[in-house]
């Protein structure tokens, strides 16, 4: 028990840091890349930010997230909402997530006090 103690204070070995640097550096890439396209497409800063903010969330624990991300941004390319590419959204009053796809009218932040 003590050496499985001791195993779990043990510092990250460095190939673990180089990989998990590497890892952080093409989420950034992949983010900022993500970014410039959507503003080059028209989207406002603030919303091409956030958007990208959503759709990274959404694939970031999958296996092949980089090839689901660019499959999101397409769809975002295209105009489709954040809402639906990400599939559920949350609303205040609810403790779950509410799921959006189409024909599913979106939530809006202004409606949650209602």
């Known amino acids: 028990l003590a050496s499985l103690a001791s195993a779990s204070r043990r510092p990250l070995g460095r190939r673990?840091?180089?990989?998990?640097?590497?890892?952080?550096?093409?989420?950034?890439?992949?983010?900022?890349?993500?970014?410039?396209?959507?503003?080059?497409?028209g989207l406002e800063e603030g919303e091409a930010v956030a958007s990208v903010r959503w759709l990274l969330q959404a694939v970031q624990a999958e296996e092949q997230w980089q090839q689901r991300f660019q499959e999101a941004i397409g769809r975002r390319l295209r105009r489709e909402p954040v809402q639906y590419i990400v599939g559920q959204w949350p609303f205040y009053p609810l403790k779950t997530e509410l799921l959006v796809r189409p024909p599913v009218l979106i939530p809006r932040p202004e409606t949650e006090e209602l």
């Open 16 to 41: 673990h840091m180089v990989r998990a640097r590497a890892e952080a550096q093409e989420l950034e890439e992949a983010r900022r890349a993500a970014i410039q396209e959507l503003r080059q497409a």
